[in-house]
Nanobody, 119 residues
Framework: VELVESGGGSAQAGGSLSLSCVVS????????MGWYRQPPGKQRELVAL???????DWKDSVKGRFNISRDFSKNTVNLQMNDLKPEDTAVYFC??????????????WGQGTQVTVSS
């Protein structure tokens, strides 16, 4: 199983960026998909995680500014980031939770993509 991320980059405060992630490989289903981030010098933190029933767990500080969309039939998840702030600067990681394959369930991470917001 592999998670391939795209998007990210640099933006001015108030601008927008988007991230996409595709889960590929041999598996049966994915329970949750979403994004975490790791700001410089800090621990990895949840940004948004969407379940198969559509319920989303959000980081409070991005609510109303970020939007997450997913297509479980295509195993893709996208993060639209609007009204970006310098504190959104971080490495963003795609996360696939409880990926079911022939050997059971596992969690997977993407390689990370940099998002830099300047004031």
């Amino acid at each position: 199983v592999e998670l391939v991320e795209s998007g990210g980059g640099s933006a001015q405060a108030g601008g927008s960026l988007s991230l996409s992630c595709v889960v590929s490989g041999s598996f049966f289903s994915v329970s949750k998909m979403g994004w975490y981030r790791q700001p410089p010098g800090k621990q990895r933190e949840l940004v948004a995680l969407v379940r198969r029933n559509g319920v989303v767990d959000w980081k409070d500080s991005v609510k109303g500014r970020f939007n997450i969309s997913r297509d479980f039939s295509k195993n893709t998840v996208n993060l639209q980031m609007n009204d970006l702030k310098p504190e959104d600067t971080a490495v963003y990681f795609c996360n696939a939770v409880r990926v079911a394959d022939s050997e059971g369930w596992s969690d997977y991470w993407g390689q990370g993509t940099q998002v830099t917001v300047s004031s």
